[in-house]
């Protein structure tokens, strides 16, 4: 699909220690992220840090994500098969010795798809709050009725959010077999820059996290994270079609 909103990604989630935060971060600015962006297939690259001032229910530990978007499937594992992906990960193993653990590795990883857009795309990045779940396929149907129906459209309905995304990760034929962390569907909520705080520590979304209680106790790996972009690139093929 051409919504941008529809494309499939690779997130990362990492922890990187507080001596190297500042240089592994500028890496990812100038060297990582802008040299892997313009690699075959790929449309779409941002990073965030961890909101490291809300309560403990919104951080799971990590202090950076990012992401790399794709047209489409094929398009992203052309990426990930490509020699700039293959370079940039054998230049990324210098920093590996500088991260924490996150979810038994050096980073956490999954390639998801949308399953559905709620609202329109933003003109820039904003504040996300991610929501990750593993679930298991004894609990996928009852939790996908309770996901959609109840959990992310309670969301979408938050003043101060304006967009929201479902994802299932990809488990079958991942080119990268590392791409395959815990984390089997995910809610990526937008929030609005000026009061994403308001609308986090407000009381009917408070209430939504209240009622998912049931699920942290049912399922093995439950996530939640609110992040603040701090840079982003486009393909530059993909900035000359626009």
Known sequence: MSDSGWHPQVLFRFR?????EAAFDEWQRTTHGAQLIDGPGAVHFAYFECAADLPQAFRSGVSRMDY?????????????????????????????????????????????????V??????????????????????????????????????AKQPGVSRVRTFEAVRENVPIASYRSSGNRMLHAELAST?????????????????????????????????????SFR????RQRV
Do not use: C
Not at 195 to 221: F, I, N, Q
Not at 235 to 238: E, I, K, L, R, S
């Open 118 to 155: 709620s609202g329109p795309a933003p003109e820039s990045e904003l504040p996300v709050f991610v929501e990750r779940f593993e679930v298991t396929q004894t609990d996928s149907t009852e939790f996908d009725a309770w996901f959609r129906q109840e959990h992310v459209a309670g969301i």
């Open 235 to 238: 393909a530059h093929a993909d």
């Open 68 to 116: 790399y978007t794709a047209r489409d499937l094929d398009g992203l594992f052309t990426w990930m098969r490509s020699d700039e992906l293959t370079r940039g990960l054998s230049d990324a193993e210098r920093w590996f010795g500088g991260l924490n653990e996150v979810d038994g590795q050096a980073f956490s990883a999954n390639v998801y798809t949308p399953t559905t």
């Open 16 to 20: 990187p220690r507080s001596e190297i």
């Open 195 to 231: 009061s994403y705080r308001k609308t986090l520590m407000g009381a009917p979304l408070m209430a939504l996290l209240e009622s998912s209680m049931h699920w942290d106790r049912r399922l093995s790996y439950v996530t939640r994270d609110v992040f603040i972009p701090m840079f």
